[in-house]
């Protein structure tokens, strides 16, 4: 449900000279992760986040395994999902990766194209199209297999009213916190293993018809101890975009590693969400608790002399930590929190573009050593 449209001017690289719509996607339908309290979790992002309560899944709507939650701010759709029973695939991908996106779901107008295309072209199959119904209409679901565990379902809604899918309810809650300016998903990260970057950018490539943006090596992003390299892939449209790291030889255990390590094997590394008002979004995330990486001081001694002309006041912007960066057409604000779960795993990234399609390499440098305090910390670095 990502809305970014303007992709005239993204800097293609002329590997994969153009993104072959053969897999029209109209954006993000939903990230689903396994939790292992839903309840709980559903609590916090709508205290901390500012999501609203949508819809429910659980014993009370006849399903018998598992529980899921569905929340959202504005264009941005999270279902948090738990096991109800001992067994199962959702046990057994809790118990190796703990908290995590399990489910990238993409918004398609045929989700039995979407597979057929894919599948042909060397996608795994998890499940075939299938419909599924309630008196709100029916919806089309397939999926297939990316990096680690985690899958891509094609989700084709075009024939439903309902809250959000057969088999839920509406979730009617009394506790509404505001929402938080939270837009929609800008893109969404993916650690993979050593080597594994250009098999998984390839994937997207070949498999799903996704063009290659303009990208840096580990030459530019690498400080004292980590390092890693970085492909950006991104649809025809533009509206969905995936940045793929792989981890680099540094002096000490990267962040990327690290994150390998705790979720054993690849999985979604951050989740960037868009605010327009990014001074407004992160004060109120911190009010609400939300961790944020500590940014050094001295990041702002010079960084309008890399940046530039901006229309924030800097010093609101040092108060909060937010980073700046610059490219040709623009810059953007943006700030990463700490890990939302116990397992220094995933994280999420808020952002702001003001004109800037690119996504901050000048801040990897500071954003890194800033990470590489909380390794210390952790004893992990
Ligand atoms: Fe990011």
Known sequence: MSTLTDTTSLKLKKEFPEAEDFLPLNGTDHVELYVGNAKQAAHFYKTAFGFQSVAYAGLETGMKDRVSYVLQQDKIRLVLTSPLSESGEINA???KHGDGVKNVALWVDDATKSW??????????????KTIEDENGKVVLSAIETYGDTVHIFVERSAYNGPFMPGYRKWKSH????????????HMVGNVGWNEMNKWVDFYARVMGFAQLISFDDKDISTEYTALMSKVMTNGNGRIKFPINEPAEGKKKSQIEEYIDFYNGPGVQHIAVATDNIIETVTALKDRGVEFLYVPDNYYDDVLDRVGEIDEELKELKELGILIDRDDEGYLLQLFTKPVADRPTLFFEIIQRKGAKSFGKGNFKALFEAIEREQDNRGTL
């Open 175 to 186: 506790y509404n916190p505001s929402d938080a300016g939270l837009k929609y998903i800008d």
């Open 116 to 129: 057929q295309e894919t599948t042909k072209r060397g996608a795994v199959s998890v499940f075939e199209p």
């Open 93 to 95: 991908h809790l118990n």
